[in-house]
């Protein structure tokens, strides 16, 4: 049987790309996943990990969707050579049945984890540059002045959260959590 494997990082993300260059290769099933690649536990993919046996195909449309880590990717494809599960990727035009699909598996692998690595670094670079400079993402605080305003009106019972809300600026959420805290 010839399985697909499609996957995003995140939910916003489409899956159409992959799903249609799978359909063009005519798997017979696909397993899709928003979820990131660097995460060792994936529903559909532990589904699909399942489900094959010996003599079955996975085909995906690159390897960065099966993982992004080199040892994930290695330990993945170990366990399809021990099971003698063929390994396609149509992007990189890899077939692990043969000594060039199995290197070429290998370097593509570590070029995704360095791709990521440095993805993290230029993030994290970026973010110390905009501290340095004053900034600092995430949601704004609010105004004590405000909170306690906001906290007042919730405690008279005389007003709605939503009133509230409007009144002070202060968000459902903000005031919930101030509440509970």
Same mark, same amino acid.
């Given at each position: 049987? =010839? &399985?697909?494997?499609?996957?995003?990082?995140?939910?916003?993300?489409?899956?159409?790309?992959?799903?249609?260059?799978?359909?063009? &290769?005519?798997?017979? !099933?696909?397993?899709? $996943?928003?979820?990131?690649?660097?995460?060792?536990?994936?529903?559909? /993919?532990?589904?699909?990990?399942?489900? =094959?046996?010996?003599?079955?195909? #996975?085909? #995906? +449309?690159?390897?960065?969707?099966?993982?992004?880590?080199?040892?994930?990717?290695?330990?993945?494809? $170990?366990?399809?050579?021990?099971? !003698? #599960?063929?390994?396609?990727?149509? !992007? +990189?035009?890899?077939?692990? %049945? *043969?000594?060039?699909?199995?290197?070429?598996?290998? =370097?593509?692998? *570590? /070029?995704?984890?360095?791709?990521?690595?440095?993805?993290? +670094?230029?993030? *994290? $670079?970026?973010?110390?540059?905009?501290?340095? @400079?004053? @900034?600092?993402?995430?949601?704004?605080? %609010?105004?004590?002045?405000?909170?306690?305003?906001?906290?007042?009106?919730?405690?008279?019972? +005389? &007003?709605? #959260? %939503?009133?509230?809300? $409007? /009144?002070?600026?202060?968000? !459902?959420?903000?005031? &919930?959590? *101030?509440?509970?805290?």
């Amino acid at each position: 049987m =010839i &399985y697909g494997y499609a996957r995003v990082s995140t939910a916003d993300q489409n899956l159409d790309r992959q799903t249609d260059a799978l359909k063009n &290769y005519k798997v017979d !099933k696909i397993f899709c $996943e928003k979820i990131s690649g660097t995460k060792k536990n994936r529903p559909e /993919l532990d589904k699909l990990l399942l489900e =094959i046996s010996s003599g079955d195909t #996975i085909v #995906i +449309e690159s390897l960065s969707r099966l993982g992004r880590s080199v040892k994930n990717l290695a330990e993945l494809m $170990e366990f399809f050579n021990e099971n !003698k #599960i063929r390994l396609v990727s149509l !992007k +990189e035009t890899i077939d692990t %049945t *043969s000594s060039t699909g199995r290197l070429l598996f290998t =370097i593509i692998s *570590s /070029l995704s984890q360095f791709e990521r690595d440095v993805l993290a +670094e230029r993030t *994290s $670079e970026g973010l110390k540059a905009a501290r340095a @400079r004053g @900034r600092f993402g995430g949601r704004p605080k %609010t105004a004590n002045e405000k909170l306690n305003k906001a906290i007042a009106l919730y405690k008279t019972k +005389e &007003y709605t #959260i %939503t009133e509230i809300t $409007e /009144l002070t600026g202060v968000s !459902k959420s903000t005031l &919930y959590r *101030s509440v509970k805290g």
